[in-house]
T-cell receptor
């Protein structure tokens, strides 16, 4: 079974608009972490935002926010005021496991294209 | 500046060859990971290691092995390369997970594009 599910292979958004990228996850661990990474066409992986399973507040980093709904096991990324440079692949990832044994798995990604 | 380096950006090998992909990190991280990335499949975890000489299978370990003799170095080995192992290989490292810390992210190398003919 997929641990991380990203159901949107591709999305378009108008420049300056907000966009939500979906991510659902599956784990039986109580302590886990959720990440979003951006991969532009250059191929580098850029860390965007992190949410710990015990964090009570939704994480925010500049124009990025993570809409964390624990009961629904969802961790959607919200990008506000989209810019042309936001066009990239976006990956959701989950870290699970005990201290000293930590597995990180990724979703299949969403390709976001920002239209001028 | 934190850094993860991979031995080659591009590699071309023949079917049946033994292939070594090397990854080195300079951040004293405990955890290291190998992924392969294929279009439409995202990043799939091959193996990971949480300490020197320790290794764990990921989701797709078949056809691969790994070695971690030193903390900073994590090698991926294709014992007998096959055409279906043509892919982009990404190495990553991270510190030990702390549940409440925001500093849990992985740092990635630039990737090795492997072609097996």
């Amino acid at each position: 079974a997929q641990k991380i599910t990203q159901t949107q292979p591709g999305m378009f958004v108008q420049e300056k608009e907000a966009v939500t990228l979906d991510c659902t996850y599956d784990t039986s661990d109580q302590s886990y972490g959720l990440f979003w990474y951006k991969q532009p066409s250059s191929g580098e992986m850029i860390f965007l935002i992190y949410q710990g399973s015990y964090d009570e507040q939704n994480a925010t980093e500049g124009r990025y926010s993570l809409n964390f709904q624990k009961a629904r096991k969802s961790a959607n990324l919200v990008i506000s005021a989209s810019q042309l440079g936001d066009s990239a692949m976006y990956f959701c990832a989950m870290r699970e496991g005990r201290a000293g044994y930590q597995k990180v798995t990724f979703g299949t990604g969403t390709k976001l294209q920002v239209i001028p | 500046d934190v850094k993860v380096t991979q031995s080659s950006r591009y590699l071309v090998k023949r079917t049946g060859e033994k292939v070594f992909l090397e990854c080195v990190q300079d951040m004293d991280h405990e955890n290291m990971f190998w992924y392969r990335q294929d279009p439409g499949l995202g990043l799939r975890l091959i193996y990971f290691s949480y300490d020197v000489k320790m290794k764990e299978k990921g989701d797709i370990p078949e056809g691969y092995s790994v070695s971690r003799e030193k903390k900073e170095r994590f090698s991926l080995i294709l014992e007998s390369a096959s055409t279906n192992q043509t892919s982009m290989y990404l190495c990553a490292s991270s510190p030990t997970f702390s549940g409440r810390s925001r500093y849990n992210e992985q740092f990635f190398g630039p990737g090795t594009r492997l072609t097996v003919l």
